[in-house]
């Protein structure tokens, strides 16, 4: 009985082979002409709603073929698993023509004629990382105009069937997609592809990949350009070659593109940052033996004499200074002299970046026909989510058109009620936070007792302090919090976004922008602002410390500063999101679609169609983008607000990015289906996210040096304080530590142990000693170094500013040649459409068609010449 099963299915897919005449890779209808614009998929589960789904399917189909669609339904028993039907959809010569006009869409009428620009000598160094020309240029450069069904003849129309890229079948199949009407339910007219996805109706609705990725297409007609971004750029091995832009642009849409072109040049950039980053590392390493106060700390005579104040009320001991001499060698590594350079430098770099990318965005936006996209395309297309949630209508003032409308009441309800949602979870990182730093409270405690108390930790004590094991931990403890609060807040802020109703899908994305930008900026930073702004500020001095919650003694910082504490802080929550994002987004969809596709492999080749094969990857998502965007801006932050305290930053920055090009295209290539083509000009709201981090930026690491750094009270006793003509520094780390009577102590600080009978401990501060008639008040010390770093906050920040604006004054937004270029191309379509225009109205006067006059064709005339003149 077995056997007979086993013959009885091998029969079954011999039928179904013999049945498909076309390779699994065909990406065209049963005729082999008609391309497979996009695909629609479903289950026929018998359950409660079946009848509803299939009611709503039927009525969907036919309105799709009514708007001039065709389409081919492949029956389940023809798919790989036996349960889900495929619905193959083709757009026409006649649907694209039309919708080509509703949607704008540019398409040739002239080759360029404009000479390309001069080589540039440094072309042939560059040699080794440039691309094929068939791979970074798919198609030769023409002028456009925008799509006009009546002027078929005027553009450079030589196949119909392959006029139109993919990427723009699928975008304008998409479009009719969106807004197909399939019934009327509870009084409201229903439609769209995204509802039925949403209520089960169809499962999924994907464009098609146009081959395997490792190999080449049987079928002759197939371009074969999913295969060559493969190996060209999805490949790691091409880490350091150029990124086809044109051939993504062709294949993804201009919105990936655009993505992808940032990325790069971003990555481009940080190359001199990062080098300028490790030069000013290198000095501090090089400079290691020469820093004074390591030295002293470390000398047994000056800081193995020196008696600090403990680290935690009664549980502490009294401690000698050169336990912290490993700690305050590494922190010269980050808190020197190059410190201040580089905070300068990053601050001029980040103008420099911002302002290079809009001049490589004009040409782009040129190069890729988006010059006059945004208000065409963007902001007077509805979002058909907003069309059926809408039921009041008003005339547009543009368009003079009846259209859908929320009224300002609704309006201000939605908004109330998403603001009042993001400040309740804003609260609530800040709670974390909060949280965290009561960790550090508790657990100072403890690991400082722990360190002092226990022998076999004595090997490790000088490297791992106290502050140094509170602050890893607390990073640790952060990072999962970061982690957790992002995975819930996500769902959120689409939750609210949807229920605000945005009328455009630009005006969707921006606000859905805004407040995942708003809460990523809080949960990821808030911990760095408090290391570099709060902690170690506000500690008081022993016998009158401050306390939070009047129970937990605030943090100090160690006797060589708090930038080390920084820098850590940074390098792990940087590091730890960079290698979660990396896992997330390349070996997650990895093992989803191994799992989905284990089966598929055991079956005939024939079997397992194009199709099906793309139904088992996974979907990209209309956020995908948005997500990439985000963790690249999020990075962006850490290296530019914070990147005083870790001059390594920028270059952890560029070696993520080097790899984060190859995962993105690696996946977007291999493991998700084809997303649907998108227009995008610019990288739209992130430029003013970018700009505002940029001036954020110079503020951050002026306070940065000026307070969490020790440069300016190294400063001040350099120039005003020491006394040492040979050695000005010498003496520094005596000078900068105060004084405090042990019997001052009250009883809720003094410790329970006092072995040595120690009479007197310092702390960092400048107050004045026990013996004075000012007994712990501020030194005149203290006011010189907080006006000093209130000035080079000042000085700092109007330098700083001052080149910025500078450099953006000097550098243009639009390149010359791109402007030229522009007004070149402008005045050759308009001439070009005159001159048809001329030419149509001669052939209708020589035919003798009355309506068309002779004011007409002088009209038409004059025309052409006000253009010339033009």
Same mark, same amino acid.
């Given at each position: 009985?077995?056997?007979?099963?086993?013959?009885?299915?091998?029969?079954?897919?011999?039928?179904?082979?013999?049945?498909?005449?076309?390779?699994?890779?065909?990406?065209?209808?049963?005729?082999?002409?008609?391309?497979?614009?996009?695909?629609?998929?479903?289950?026929?589960?018998?359950?409660?709603?079946?009848?509803?789904?299939?009611?709503?399917?039927?009525?969907?189909?036919?309105?799709?073929?009514?708007?001039?669609?065709?389409?081919?339904?492949?029956?389940?028993?023809?798919?790989?698993?036996?349960?889900?039907?495929?619905?193959?959809?083709?757009?026409?010569?006649?649907?694209?023509?039309?919708?080509?006009?509703?949607?704008?869409?540019?398409?040739?009428?002239?080759?360029?004629?404009?000479?390309?620009?001069?080589?540039?000598?440094?072309?042939?160094?560059?040699?080794?990382?440039?691309?094929?020309?068939?791979?970074?240029?798919?198609?030769?450069?023409?002028?456009?105009?925008?799509?006009?069904?009546?002027?078929?003849?005027?553009?450079?129309?030589?196949?119909?069937?392959?006029?139109?890229?993919?990427?723009?079948?699928?975008?304008?199949?998409?479009?009719?997609?969106?807004?197909?009407?399939?019934?009327?339910?509870?009084?409201?007219?229903?439609?769209?592809?995204?509802?039925?996805?949403?209520?089960?109706?169809?499962?999924?609705?994907?464009?098609?990949?146009?081959?395997?990725?490792?190999?080449?297409?049987?079928?002759?007609?197939?371009?074969?350009?999913?295969?060559? #971004?493969?190996? +060209? *750029?999805?490949?790691?091995?091409?880490?350091?070659?150029? %990124?086809? =832009?044109? &051939?993504?642009?062709? /294949?993804?849409?201009?919105?990936?593109?655009?993505?992808?072109?940032?990325?790069?040049?971003?990555?481009?950039?940080?190359?001199?940052?990062?080098?300028?980053?490790?030069?000013?590392?290198?000095?501090?390493?090089?400079?290691?033996?020469?820093?004074?106060?390591?030295?002293?700390?470390?000398?047994?005579?000056?800081?193995?004499?020196?008696?600090?104040?403990?680290?935690?009320?009664?549980?502490?001991?009294?401690?000698?200074?050169?336990?912290?001499?490993?700690?305050?060698?590494?922190?010269?590594?980050?808190?020197?002299?190059?410190?201040?350079?580089?905070?300068?430098?990053?601050?001029?770099?980040?103008?420099?970046?911002?302002?290079?990318?809009?001049?490589?965005?004009?040409? #782009?936006?040129? +190069? *890729?026909?988006?010059?006059?996209?945004?208000?065409?395309? %963007?902001? =007077?297309? &509805?979002?058909?989510? /907003?069309?059926?949630?809408?039921?009041?209508?008003?005339?547009?003032?543009?368009?003079?058109?009846?259209?859908?409308?929320?009224?300002?009441?609704?309006?201000?309800?939605?908004?109330?009620?998403?603001?009042?949602?993001?400040?309740?979870?804003?609260?609530?990182?800040?709670?974390?936070?909060?949280?965290?730093?009561?960790?550090?409270?508790?657990?100072?405690?403890?690991?400082?007792?722990?360190?002092?108390?226990?022998?076999?930790?004595?090997?490790?004590?000088?490297?791992?302090?106290?502050?140094?094991?509170?602050?890893?931990?607390?990073?640790?403890?952060?990072?999962?919090?970061?982690?957790?609060?992002?995975?819930?807040?996500?769902?959120?802020?689409?939750?609210?976004?949807?229920?605000?109703?945005?009328?455009?899908?630009?005006?969707?994305?921006?606000?859905?922008?805004?407040?995942?930008?708003?809460?990523?900026?809080?949960?990821?930073?808030?911990?760095?602002?408090?290391?570099?702004?709060?902690?170690?500020?506000?500690?008081?001095?022993?016998?009158?410390?401050?306390?939070?919650?009047?129970?937990?003694?605030?943090?100090?910082?160690?006797?060589?500063?708090?930038?080390?504490?920084?820098?850590?802080?940074?390098?792990?929550?940087?590091?730890?999101?960079?290698?979660?994002?990396?896992?997330?987004?390349?070996?997650?969809?990895?093992?989803?679609?191994?799992?989905?596709?284990?089966?598929?492999?055991?079956?005939?080749?024939?079997?397992?169609?194009?199709?099906?094969?793309?139904?088992?990857?996974?979907?990209?998502?209309?956020?995908?983008?948005?997500?990439?965007?985000?963790?690249?801006?999020?990075?962006?932050?850490?290296?530019?607000?914070?990147?005083?305290?870790?001059?390594?930053?920028?270059?952890?920055?560029?070696?993520?990015?080097?790899?984060?090009?190859?995962?993105?295209?690696?996946?977007?290539?291999?493991?998700?289906?084809?997303?649907?083509?998108?227009?995008?000009?610019?990288?739209?709201?992130?430029?003013?996210?970018?700009?505002?981090?940029?001036?954020?930026?110079?503020?951050?690491?002026?306070?940065?040096?000026?307070?969490?750094?020790?440069?300016?009270?190294?400063?001040?006793?350099?120039?005003?304080?020491?006394?040492?003509?040979?050695?000005?520094?010498?003496?520094?780390?005596?000078?900068?530590?105060?004084?405090?009577?042990?019997?001052?102590?009250?009883?809720?600080?003094?410790?329970?142990?006092?072995?040595?009978?120690?009479?007197?401990?310092?702390?960092?501060?400048?107050?004045?000693?026990?013996?004075?008639?000012?007994?712990?008040?501020?030194?005149?010390?203290?006011?010189?170094?907080?006006?000093?770093?209130?000035?080079?906050?000042?000085?700092?920040?109007?330098?700083?500013?001052?080149?910025?604006?500078?450099?953006?004054?000097?550098?243009?937004?639009?390149?010359?040649?791109?402007?030229?270029?522009?007004?070149?191309?402008?005045?050759?379509?308009?001439?070009?459409?005159?001159?048809?225009?001329?030419?149509?109205?001669?052939?209708?006067?020589?035919?003798?068609?009355?309506?068309?006059?002779?004011?007409?064709?002088?009209?038409?005339?004059?025309?052409?010449?006000?253009?010339?003149?033009?």
């Amino acid at each position: 009985r077995q056997s007979g099963r086993r013959y009885n299915l091998f029969l079954k897919r011999r039928l179904r082979i013999d049945k498909r005449h076309q390779s699994k890779d065909s990406i065209f209808f049963r005729d082999g002409v008609r391309r497979i614009d996009f695909v629609l998929s479903y289950v026929d589960d018998l359950n409660k709603e079946w009848e509803k789904k299939l009611e709503r399917r039927k009525e969907f189909e036919s309105n799709l073929q009514k708007a001039g669609l065709e389409l081919e339904t492949e029956d389940k028993k023809e798919s790989e698993d036996g349960k889900i039907y495929f619905v193959k959809i083709h757009a026409p010569w006649e649907v694209l023509i039309t919708y080509a006009e509703v949607l704008n869409i540019k398409v040739p009428i002239k080759e360029n004629d404009i000479p390309s620009m001069v080589e540039n000598p440094l072309d042939c160094m560059l040699a080794p990382l440039r691309l094929p020309e068939k791979v970074m240029h798919p198609e030769p450069d023409y002028f456009t105009a925008p799509f006009s069904k009546d002027k078929q003849e005027l553009y450079l129309i030589d196949d119909e069937n392959t006029f139109f890229s993919p990427s723009v079948r699928n975008r304008i199949v998409n479009y009719i997609l969106t807004r197909c009407p399939y019934g009327t339910e509870e009084g409201k007219k229903k439609f769209g592809i995204k509802r039925l996805l949403n209520n089960g109706t169809y499962s999924a609705a994907y464009p098609l990949h146009d081959c395997q990725y490792w190999k080449k297409a049987n079928d002759p007609n197939c371009d074969n350009e999913r295969y060559t #971004l493969y190996m +060209e *750029w999805a490949s790691f091995l091409r880490f350091y070659k150029e %990124q086809p =832009l044109d &051939l993504i642009r062709k /294949y993804y849409g201009e919105k990936i593109g655009i993505y992808f072109a940032w990325l790069g040049f971003y990555t481009e950039m940080l190359f001199l940052a990062a080098v300028v980053g490790l030069i000013c590392f290198l000095y501090g390493l090089f400079t290691m033996d020469e820093n004074m106060s390591s030295k002293e700390i470390c000398d047994p005579a000056i800081g193995g004499e020196i008696i600090m104040c403990p680290l935690c009320d009664r549980d502490c001991e009294y401690w000698r200074l050169n336990t912290t001499c490993e700690s305050s060698e590494y922190s010269h590594l980050f808190d020197n002299v190059a410190t201040l350079f580089f905070a300068i430098f990053m601050g001029i770099w980040v103008t420099l970046f911002l302002e290079f990318w809009k001049r490589r965005q004009a040409r #782009l936006k040129y +190069e *890729w026909d988006l010059v006059d996209f945004e208000e065409e395309q %963007q902001q =007077l297309q &509805l979002r058909p989510e /907003y069309e059926a949630k809408c039921t009041q209508k008003k005339k547009n003032p543009v368009t003079q058109e009846m259209e859908p409308y929320l009224p300002i009441t609704s309006q201000a309800v939605r908004f109330c009620i998403s603001g009042t949602t993001v400040l309740f979870w804003v609260s609530l990182i800040i709670a974390s936070m909060i949280a965290v730093i009561v960790y550090r409270l508790a657990v100072y405690a403890a690991f400082a007792s722990l360190m002092e108390n226990t022998q076999t930790l004595q090997p490790i004590s000088g490297l791992l302090t106290p502050q140094l094991a509170t602050s890893v931990t607390a990073s640790c403890l952060n990072f999962v919090i970061i982690m957790i609060l992002n995975f819930f807040y996500e769902r959120i802020a689409i939750w609210i976004t949807d229920m605000e109703i945005p009328r455009t899908h630009m005006e969707y994305e921006n606000r859905l922008t805004m407040k995942m930008f708003l809460f990523q900026f809080v949960n990821y930073y808030s911990s760095c602002f408090y290391v570099a702004f709060f902690k170690g500020k506000f500690v008081g001095y022993p016998g009158a410390y401050t306390y939070m919650f009047n129970r937990w003694r605030n943090e100090e910082c160690d006797p060589a500063g708090c930038l080390i504490e920084l820098t850590t802080q940074l390098t792990i929550v940087m590091a730890g999101k960079q290698i979660w994002g990396n896992i997330q987004e390349a070996i997650v969809p990895w093992i989803c679609n191994w799992w989905g596709r284990r089966k598929a492999r055991n079956n005939p080749e024939n079997l397992y169609s194009r199709w099906e094969q793309d139904h088992d990857l996974q979907t990209f998502g209309a956020l995908g983008l948005f997500y990439e965007y985000l963790e690249m801006v999020i990075q962006f932050g850490f290296i530019t607000l914070f990147v005083a305290s870790f001059p390594l930053a920028p270059l952890l920055a560029l070696m993520n990015n080097i790899l984060e090009i190859r995962v993105d295209s690696w996946k977007l290539t291999t493991q998700y289906r084809r997303p649907v083509a998108a227009k995008a000009h610019s990288i739209g709201v992130w430029q003013e996210i970018l700009n505002g981090m940029a001036i954020l930026s110079v503020v951050t690491n002026a306070f940065i040096v000026a307070f969490t750094s020790d440069m300016i009270p190294r400063l001040v006793y350099y120039y005003a304080y020491s006394e040492n003509e040979d050695s000005p520094m010498s003496g520094y780390i005596n000078n900068s530590l105060s004084v405090f009577q042990i019997s001052d102590f009250p009883d809720r600080n003094k410790p329970k142990v006092n072995r040595e009978d120690f009479v007197i401990c310092r702390y960092r501060d400048y107050r004045y000693p026990p013996d004075h008639e000012r007994k712990y008040l501020h030194t005149m010390q203290f006011w010189h170094i907080l006006a000093a770093k209130l000035a080079f906050i000042i000085i700092m920040e109007h330098v700083v500013f001052i080149v910025k604006f500078f450099v953006a004054w000097m550098i243009p937004d639009v390149p010359a040649d791109v402007k030229a270029k522009i007004k070149r191309e402008k005045y050759l379509t308009q001439k070009i459409l005159h001159e048809y225009e001329l030419e149509k109205l001669k052939e209708r006067l020589c035919q003798g068609d009355k309506r068309a006059t002779e004011k007409e064709f002088i009209a038409t005339e004059g025309r052409v010449e006000l253009s010339r003149a033009m």
